[in-house]
C-alpha cells in the first residue's frame, strides 16, 4: 500500500519518535536526544537511541532500528498499514484513500472479525446453551455473573462443526477460519474441524480490545488439559499476557503476575485489577519487556508447587534482566490464589500482597532446601549458594544489607562473607571479559544473514556503507552520485537494493527521511539501514571521502584505478554502458 509522502509527514509531525516511544519505555534526555532500555532486547545499561533530528530510533545492543513507524509496528506486532492506522488515530488524522489492495491487512482484519463472532457463539453457548456443564465449572468456581460477561467467558460444545456452520453463516470461508486457528486441520489432512470442543473459553483480548486469540480448558478428562490458540496473523503467544487490557489501566505501576486463567479471574473479581497471567507458557523475555511498559514492580504469585517455584525462579531473572522490581507471595494451607481466596478471602489475600517478600529472600530460601543448618556440612553448603546469589546483587548498599542479615543468622563474621562474595564477583567478571572476547572472535567468521557478502569483499561493504551514509546526510549529491555509480557496481545485493529505493525515492523528495525505506524493508532490514546512517553521525564526511568509497567500487568494478576528476568518474560510467 502506497501512502503519499505529505501524509507520511504530516503522520510524523504528530507522532514524535520520542513521544510515541514514551508511551512505552521510560526515556532520559541527552542534550537533544533521548537513551532508554531498549524494548525489543533484555538490558540493564541503556543502548537504546532516540534521534531527534532524523525522527528515527537505533539500539545499539540488538541492532533494531528504524523510524516512529517502524518502531509501532514492532512493538505493537501490527504490519505497516496497521502501524500507520494506529499512529493516524493517535494523531486525529484521516487515512488517505488506497487503490491497492493488502491481502495481509484484509486478512487481520477478517480474523480479528471471525474471533469477535467466534466469542459471541461460544459465550451463547455458554448462556442459553443445551450443555450447562461449562455454566456449572463456573459457578462451582464461584464466578460472578458480572465477572462471566466482564471477560467474556464461553463454552465451546462437543459438535465438531457447530461453530464452523455459524461462521459460514455469516460469509466466512473455511480457510480463513483456519488461519484464525478456530477450525484445525487433522495429521493426515482428510478431516477439519471445530478446534475447541467440550472446553470453557477464555478469550485473549490485545491491548486495543481486539479478540486476538482463545484459550480453553478440558471438562473432564479432555487431553490436553488446557489448549491455547496457535500463532496467527494476530496473535503470538510469547508476547501477550491475559488480562493486560485490563491491568494496564491499574493507577500503581505494581501488576500481580499469575500462573493461570482462573487464578487471573479470581483475584480479578476479589478486586485486584491489575493481574495478569502468561498464555499456557513460562514468562518469555518479551512479556517481561511488556510488563515493564507499565509496572516498576511485579509480584508473582504463582502455585506452591514444584512447578510454580520454579516458574517463580525463572520469572525473578527475566523480570530483573529488564529493571523490574520483584516480589513474591507465600502461598500457605492453598495450593494456589484461586483457593487461597476461596478459603480466606479478599482482604487476607491483600495481606500476602503487602507482607510478600523480595526476590532475594525468595533465593535465599531456595538455598536452604535439603539442608540441615544445624550441621557444619550443610551450614558451609548453605553458605557457598548464598554466596552465588548474594554476588547477583549489584547496588552495594542493597548487597551489604542482606550480607550482614546472613551472617548474623549464621552466626559468622561479615567481613569474611563479604571477602568470599568479593571473590566470586571478580570471578564473574573475569569470566564474562573472556565470554566477551571469545564472541568477538567467533562474531569475525560471523555471516551477517542480511549481508552475506560482508566477511568475501569488507573493503567494498565499508565503502558501499560510506555512500550511503553521506547520501543520507546530504541527499543533494544524490543526481551527482547517481551519474557515476549505478546500483550494478554494488556488490551486495541488500546495499543494491538500499541504494535504488534511495535514487527513485529522493527524486521525488527533497528532505531524506528514514520514512521512505519503511514500506520497502522489514523490521531487521530497517535497523541495518538506520545502523548506517548512526554509526557515522559523529564521523566528518567530506566529497573526498565519497570520492575514495566511488572509487572502491569502480575498482572492483575492474574500471582503471586513477581518477583525477569528477568528469573521470562520469565518463568511466559512459563507457561501461557503451560496453
Not at 464461584?142 to 453463516?169: F, M, N, Q, R, V
Request: aromatic share 10%; charged share 30%.
Amino acid at each position: 500500500m502506497q501512502l503519499p509522502e505529505e501524509f507520511i509527514y504530516q503522520l510524523k509531525s504528530t507522532n514524535s519518535i520520542d513521544s510515541t516511544i514514551g508511551r512505552y519505555i521510560n526515556l532520559i534526555k541527552r542534550g537533544k536526544d533521548f537513551v532508554g532500555l531498549c524494548p525489543f532486547h533484555s538490558e540493564k545499561t541503556p543502548s537504546f537511541h532516540i534521534y531527534t533530528d532524523t525522527q528515527s530510533f537505533y539500539c545499539f545492543g540488538c541492532g533494531a532500528g528504524g523510524d516512529v513507524i517502524t518502531f509501532t509496528k514492532r512493538i505493537e506486532n501490527l504490519d505497516y498499514v496497521e502501524a500507520v492506522k494506529l499512529l493516524a488515530q493517535r494523531g486525529g488524522l484521516e487515512m488517505p484513500e488506497s487503490k491497492g489492495y493488502d491481502k495481509t491487512a484484509e486478512l487481520k482484519k477478517r480474523i480479528l472479525e471471525i474471533n469477535r463472532e467466534t466469542a459471541n457463539y461460544y459465550y451463547r453457548q455458554l448462556v442459553s446453551g443445551n450443555d450447562k456443564r461449562g455454566l456449572k465449572y463456573f459457578f462451582d468456581r464461584k464466578l460472578k455473573p458480572e465477572t462471566i460477561k466482564k471477560y467474556g467467558l464461553g463454552y465451546a460444545p462437543a459438535s465438531w462443526d457447530g461453530l464452523s456452520k455459524h461462521l459460514s453463516s455469516l460469509g466466512y470461508t473455511e480457510n480463513e477460519m483456519i488461519a484464525a486457528n478456530v477450525r484445525t486441520i487433522s495429521k493426515n489432512n482428510k478431516h477439519i474441524f471445530d478446534t475447541f470442543r467440550e472446553r470453557v473459553i477464555f478469550p485473549i483480548i490485545d491491548l486495543r480490545g481486539n479478540i486476538i486469540a482463545f484459550g480453553g480448558r478440558a471438562l473432564g478428562d479432555g487431553i490436553p488439559k488446557y489448549l491455547n490458540t496457535g500463532d496467527t496473523p494476530v496473535f503470538k503467544k510469547s508476547r501477550n499476557l491475559f488480562s493486560m487490557n485490563f491491568a494496564k489501566n491499574s493507577p500503581v505501576k505494581k501488576i500481580i503476575l499469575a500462573e493461570g486463567y482462573m487464578d487471573v479471574i479470581a483475584i480479578n473479581q476479589a478486586g485486584f485489577e491489575n493481574v495478569v497471567a502468561t498464555l499456557g507458557t513460562a514468562l518469555t523475555p518479551e512479556q517481561a519487556r511488556l510488563l515493564k511498559q507499565y509496572a516498576d514492580e511485579v509480584v508473582i504469585s504463582y502455585d506452591s508447587d514444584d512447578a510454580g517455584q520454579k516458574a517463580t525462579a525463572r520469572a525473578i531473572n527475566l523480570l530483573g534482566e529488564v529493571g523490574i522490581n520483584t516480589r513474591i507471595i507465600k502461598i500457605e494451607n492453598a495450593k494456589d490464589p484461586d483457593e487461597y481466596i476461596k478459603k480466606f478471602g479478599a482482604q487476607r489475600f491483600k495481606m500476602l500482597i503487602d507482607n510478600s517478600d523480595g526476590a532475594i529472600n525468595f533465593e535465599l530460601e531456595k538455598c536452604k532446601y535439603g539442608l540441615d543448618l544445624n550441621t557444619e556440612t550443610d551450614k558451609v553448603a548453605f553458605l557457598k549458594n548464598a554466596v552465588k546469589v548474594l554476588s547477583a546483587i549489584s547496588n552495594r548498599l542493597e548487597r551489604d544489607v542482606y550480607i550482614s542479615k546472613v551472617a548474623r543468622e549464621n552466626e559468622i563474621n561479615a567481613d569474611i562473607l563479604r571477602s568470599q562474595i568479593d571473590s566470586e564477583i571478580k570471578r564473574k567478571i573475569n569470566t564474562d571479559k573472556k565470554k566477551e572476547w571469545q564472541a568477538i572472535r567467533s562474531k569475525s567468521n560471523f555471516t551477517d544473514p542480511i549481508i552475506p557478502e560482508a566477511v568475501r569483499f569488507p573493503k567494498e561493504v565499508k565503502a558501499e556503507e560510506g555512500i550511503l551514509s553521506y547520501l543520507f546526510r546530504y541527499p543533494d549529491k544524490t543526481e551527482y552520485v547517481s551519474k557515476s555509480i549505478t546500483p550494478d557496481f554494488f556488490v551486495t545485493e541488500f546495499h543494491k537494493r538500499v541504494y535504488e529505493v534511495f535514487c527513485s525515492k529522493m527524486k521525488e523528495n527533497v528532505n531524506f527521511s528514514m520514512s521512505i525505506f519503511a514500506n520497502e524493508f522489514n523490521d531487521e532490514e530497517m535497523g541495518k539501514i538506520t545502523g548506517i546512517e548512526v554509526k557515522n553521525r559523529e564521523i566528518i564526511l567530506t566529497e573526498q571521502n565519497l570520492k575514495d568509497y566511488m572509487e572502491i567500487l569502480i575498482a572492483k568494478n575492474n574500471r582503471p584505478d586513477q581518477i583525477t576528476s569528477d568528469d573521470d568518474l562520469i565518463n568511466i560510467i559512459k563507457a561501461k554502458k557503451r560496453k
